[in-house]
């Protein structure tokens, strides 16, 4: 039943665009918001790669990209495509470097249902930006018995047998 109310929509707002019209990057993502909604990926992937492909060129804000990275984590629930990963990093970076208070407003204020994806991809950004470091004493050949060591719990000392 929604692919049937999103169709027509999706149908007025191309050809709206077709007549002349100029639509703005924010009804861009709204129409990729609602295909997504009317499980129409095809659609919202298009959209998405176009507002992207373009983003030096047609002055899109902080705001916009932020809503641009959910789509893909979305996207990536949806089709498993790693790409889709890899794109919503990009757009949650720019979105700070375009505005860092808007992009912070925007993720703090999601739906609690859109939450997990912010929170995914802070974690995931943080990390690829940030890796920590190996030591370079880090032994990455652990015997068996140095791991047992740690896997031991602590009531199983010797001073509880006295």
């Not at 507002?51 to 705001?63: F, P, Q, R, W, Y």
């Not at 700070?96 to 249902?113: C, G, M, V």
């Not at 943080?126 to 031991?152: F, K, M, V, W």
Request: hydrophobic share 40%; proline share 4%; net charge negative.
């Amino acid at each position: 039943m929604k692919t049937y109310l999103i169709l027509p929509l999706l149908l007025l707002m191309a050809a709206l665009g077709s007549c002349g019209h100029t639509d703005s990057i924010s009804d861009d993502v709204a129409t990729a918001e609602m295909a997504l909604a009317g499980e129409d990926v095809a659609t919202t992937r298009h959209i998405c790669d176009k507002l992207v492909g373009h983003k030096d060129s047609n002055g899109i804000e902080a705001t916009e990209m932020a809503r641009l990275s959910i789509l893909y984590m979305e996207l990536n629930e949806r089709t498993d495509d790693p790409e889709t990963v890899e794109l919503a990093a990009q757009c949650y970076r720019d979105a700070f470097k375009l505005n860092a208070d808007s992009a912070r407003h925007y993720y703090t204020n999601l739906p609690i249902e859109l939450d997990k994806y912010a929170m995914t991809l802070a974690t995931l950004v943080q990390s690829l930006d940030n890796p920590r470091e190996i030591p370079a004493d880090h032994d990455s050949q652990s015997s068996l018995d140095s791991i047992g060591q740690y896997l031991t719990p602590a009531c199983h000392s010797d001073s509880i047998a006295e």
